[in-house]
């Protein structure tokens, strides 16, 4: 957590060793001399006269001003030591330092106060150039990551990166530029050039995407948002000679160029296991605007709520839904239609194998909604608690959604009947297994029901392996 080192305050000595202690916990010592000592050190009054930076390189001083400034604010050593971890951390996740460490001392010089002290930041820059490998998990696939990045690139935690991906499904390259708004890291601004090229089995069809985009991020309230501009040169083929011809159709080149907006509020304790808290994500395209040969509108949500009840036991509601409405009398392109089914959705059923389908291959829709409910539990005993069994879970599920192409003309009321036709549904049980904090793997017990003619299933044993999960 890195270390504070406090010399002596007169009268009352006082030796801090670091920073990664809570210093809430040094007021709750039993002895009840020490107590009054840390009573002495909360009310005895300090001036933070100056604040020092030592290690900077290639670094701007500017920069890291708005990172360490409320430490001046401090009116007692015990507020000057709580400030000066905030400031630590605030540090650190600039992503420029590999490490920072704190002194605290009394203030020396001619214009030293007796109750001023000095804060000394005492940091490591990263290197210029860092190289990284990596495996990723994403929505039932795996990749090989391999990285180059120039950190502070121009010495207020600017990021240039490079990356390419080998993935079973997938493989792309491309260049970003960050740059974030000092003194406020999470207003920040991302710019990417990139090549993807994916392979879709299930829809017979093979995606090929030159382009590039501008992301800017920035919180409002509770409340997160993303400003996108995304212009893309899309090339589609047929992944084997047996693709339909509604796949055939949809093969040639095509340009789309589209402004998004994403809003979220997760007020969860963690993004895979989480046992409280909610989440909603509301996401908004408009293609053709900006021009190209793409023109929609689409609109989808994933709200997400999580209960903890009796005996470490978590009860989780999850409800997705989404609509695409073509503009101009175009119909819709088979790459931006949603698709639902597999592991990570509609369990028990295959991988985006449910809805619209022309000879076995799935063509996606524009509407759909998917609602889970979830029961998870610790592992029966208990074993490797407080450990390695914790990354486990339990898993009981119930699982529903339907897929569909809307007509426009009619009403509401007739969409969402379409909607409520031919749902599909399955109820399992099964094992979850956390990767870090950013993907899980499961492997679960699947029984699909309300199964409608052309869907795939996979009744029985299914193993998923993602970062979203209905």
Not at 328 to 356: E, K, N
Request: with cysteine.
């Amino acid at each position: 957590m890195g270390t504070v080192h406090a010399k002596s305050l007169d009268p009352l000595p006082m030796h801090g060793r670091d920073l990664g202690v809570n210093p809430d916990d040094l007021m709750e010592t039993p002895d009840l001399e020490q107590e009054s000592k840390q009573e002495i050190l909360e009310n005895k009054d300090v001036v933070v006269q100056h604040v020092n930076i030592q290690g900077l390189g290639r670094t701007k001083e500017d920069l890291l001003g708005y990172e360490i400034s409320d430490v001046f604010h401090a009116k007692n050593l015990i507020d000057v030591m709580k400030k000066a971890h905030v400031a630590r951390q605030k540090l650190l996740r600039l992503g420029i330092f590999k490490d920072v460490e704190v002194l605290i001392d009394t203030s020396e010089g001619k214009d030293a106060l007796p109750n001023g002290l000095d804060v000394t930041f005492e940091v490591t820059e990263v290197k210029r150039l860092t190289g990284s490998y990596n495996t990723m998990v994403g929505n039932n696939e795996g990749s090989m990551v391999l990285g180059l990045k120039l950190p502070n690139m121009l010495g207020r935690a600017e990021k240039l990166t490079f990356q390419f991906s080998y993935g079973t499904k997938e493989t792309s390259y491309g260049l970003s530029f960050f740059k974030p708004q000092p003194g406020h890291f999470e207003r920040n601004l991302t710019l990417n050039m990139y090549k993807v090229t994916g392979q879709f089995p299930w829809s017979s069809l093979k995606e090929t995407d030159r382009g590039m985009s501008a992301e800017l991020n920035f919180p409002l309230g509770p409340t997160n948002h993303t400003l996108k501009w995304e212009g893309v040169w899309r090339e589609l083929g047929c992944l084997a000679r047996s693709a339909s011809f509604a796949v055939r159709e949809e093969s040639g080149h095509s340009l789309k160029s589209a402004l998004s907006h994403t809003v979220s509020i997760d007020s969860r304790n963690s993004a895979i296991f989480p046992n409280r808290g909610a989440l909603l994500r509301i996401n908004q395209e408009l293609a053709g605007y900006t021009g190209g040969d793409a023109s929609f509108l689409k609109e989808d949500f994933e709200l997400q709520l999580n209960r903890r009840l009796f005996w470490d036991s978590v009860l989780s509601a999850s409800l997705w839904g989404g609509m695409l409405c073509p503009i101009g009398g175009q119909p819709s392109c088979i790459a931006d239609r949603f698709y639902l089914g597999g592991p990570t959705s509609v369990r028990g059923f295959g991988m985006y194998s449910i809805g619209p389908q022309s000879e076995g291959d799935y063509l996606g829709g524009e509407a759909y909604w998917a609602g889970g409910l979830h029961l998870y539990t610790p592992l029966p005993f208990r074993p490797g608690k407080g450990g390695f069994g914790d990354l486990f879970r339990t898993h009981f599920f119930l699982n529903a959604g339907n897929l569909c192409n809307l007509n426009y003309g009619d009403g509401p009321r007739a969409h969402l009947q379409k909607l409520a036709e031919c749902i599909r549904w399955s109820y399992g049980a099964g094992i979850v297994l956390r990767l870090g904090n950013i993907a899980r793997l499961e492997l679960n017990y699947c029984v699909p029901m309300g199964v409608q003619s052309g869907d795939r299933i996979c009744d029985g044993v299914q193993f998923g392996a993602g970062i979203r999960f209905l």
